[in-house]
């Protein structure tokens, strides 16, 4: 069995687990409730049947161990913890007693302990520090400066996507963008503060959240260019080309391709060289320090260590949190299935931020082939790189 039959059978079981879950799964009123396992696909593949999670875990653990055999190093690694990683999360649905840092370790593959209060602090003093360089004593000073009014919401997404698309097309040519630009789509009620939705051609951006410019900045390269738009938009073109192993065709929650993902978005901006002046260095260190004592109320939440009072006072007093921030952040920290993927967007930012700079600038070209060519675990990132991309002096 070679890599692409190993990719094949891993792609239409997670099908099958994903239709395992919808089937056993209330309808809801959150778009959360409504995405299953696996939100977007591209995949000409059909699902496996699959009975019951049993069934599910013991197809999952002997594909990883016929991965495991494959010749090719990042093949056998990345098929291996992907299936491993599935099985996780499948054995966490089956009502298998595991805990929460079990299942974030397990799916995601970081360290699933809460942030130290050395590291809080940190980010605290780094936010803080960004705010003094541009100018101002409270965050509530800058919001109240630089706040984009509901009204004015979409007509500035549409202007800064469109500025996202076009230096994506000029400074990251090797990626594949949709022909039409995504659009907008203003929503309420919901869980996050914005959203791709890929198949619907559509960023939606959370009204109930107040936004300034150079927060929504981030956010639209997080959601469209270079992040999850175009970055699916590359796979779905690879995949469809054969260039790609058939799991790239799929987008799933809680797995070892998940930190990878949101580590992509993050740093979009930096892939574009497009973080201007302190008030974007003020707006990146502020998303840093939601997501890092995102990771802190989530794991306290959930282990039971803190009450969702606590929680909610905790963001608004460390983060400056406004209230339905707050109350969209403990909504999707909490939520059956997504609570694990919390953890995603601070280490994707780490990750894959730490190995931009490992790269240089030199290498860019190279390094975003790497990164958006292939799924990877938080390891095979780093390790296969370095298998791949000696220096250029050295080939």
Partial sequence: MDAFEVSAELTRLILGADRLYRAGKAAGSDHLDREGLVPVHWSPLEPEHLDDWPEVIARLTALAARASRLPDPYQRDWLTEQSLAVANLARWLSGEELSYEEVVAGTLRVDPRPPSRTALAAARAARDLALEAAGYETFAAFRHDHLVSPGQVEEVARELIAEGRARTERLLPGLRLRPDTIGTRVVTGTAFTAYCDYPGRAVWINADVPLTRPELKHLLAHEAYPGHDAHMAHRDALVSSGEMLPDGALVVTNTASSVQFEGIAERGLDLLGWREGPLDALAWHHERLQWLASIEVAHGVNTGRMSHAE???????????????????LRFATHPLRAPFVYGYWWGGTVVGAWLRRVGALRLRQAVSHLYDRLHSPSTLAAHWHEEGEPLANR
């Avoid at 929680?311 to 952040?329: K, P, T, V």
């Fill in 311 to 329: 929680a909610a006072a905790f963001l608004r007093d460390y983060c400056d949190g406004e209230e339905a921030w707050i109350d969209a952040r």
